[in-house]
């Protein structure tokens, strides 16, 4: 059965500091993995994803996210942290059917 | 560019009363569509899902039911609400079995 593990319900850092909201996954077969963030009582946004190929991902808002394939990660990835990053933040995988699997998902809190 | 709706944002409604939640998507055709409900702003739980008009697949058995009467109308009904059914509900579509979802922007239902 397909899993997604996000380990840290709460992850604090300070404001200019890199941040890392860790995931991992597992699944048969390759995976689609993908990066959500959610405001306070709004829809969640896509952020990132991964297909295939080069194992480090761009997206939204200077976001980064690295596929390891040994490991079974995804971990999202910040150089520098902004406040305006706070937010609750959930990982999810398939494998080309219709569902996806999403984590319980991380509060990233950023502090001034 | 594609946007999808939901409504009510918020609703309060009786133990016992039936409960009607639309959503629709504009911009695209033959979209997947999708409902989740989400707890205490934490997980998602996937509720239905549909790949085309009167497809439904339902992931977890209860008293809810969803119906697709258009391309790009996703509906979530009630008969009789009850108090766990409160939460977050979110309406979902992606364009393809391996993509990404975009989401509305929630219902937040209060059963008393």
């Known amino acids: 059965a397909q899993s997604v593990a996000q380990p840290e319900d709460q992850v604090n850092v300070a404001e200019g500091n890199p941040l890392t909201v860790k995931c991992t996954y597992s699944?048969?077969?390759?995976?689609?993995l993908f990066w959500y963030v959610q405001y306070p009582n709004r829809g969640l946004q896509f952020l990132l994803k991964y297909i295939t190929g080069d194992n480090l991902v761009k997206g939204s808002y200077g976001f980064e996210a690295e596929f390891n394939k040994s490991q079974t990660s995804f971990h999202l990835k910040k150089p520098s942290a902004l406040v305006s990053d706070s937010a609750l933040y959930f990982c999810a995988v398939k494998t080309g059917g219709f569902k996806t699997i999403f984590g319980a998902g991380t509060r990233l809190f950023v502090k001034a | 560019s594609q946007t999808i709706h939901q409504w009510p944002a918020t609703l309060v409604q009786p133990v016992g009363s039936p409960l009607s939640l639309e959503c629709t998507v504009e911009?695209?055709?033959?979209?997947?569509l999708y409902w989740y409900r989400q707890a205490a702003g934490r997980g998602l739980q996937l509720l239905f899902y549909s790949v085309g008009i009167g497809q439904i697949s339902s992931e977890v058995p209860q008293n809810l039911s969803a119906s697709r009467p258009q391309d790009r109308q996703f509906i979530l009904s009630s008969k009789k609400l009850l108090l766990s059914d409160s939460g977050f509900y979110l309406c979902?579509?992606?364009?393809?079995?391996?993509?990404?979802?975009?989401f509305g922007p929630g219902t937040r239902l209060t059963v008393l």
């Open positions: 699944v048969s077969g390759n995976p689609y």
């Open positions: 911009g695209t055709s033959n979209p997947n």
């Open positions: 979902a579509w992606g364009a393809i079995a391996g993509a990404e979802q975009f």
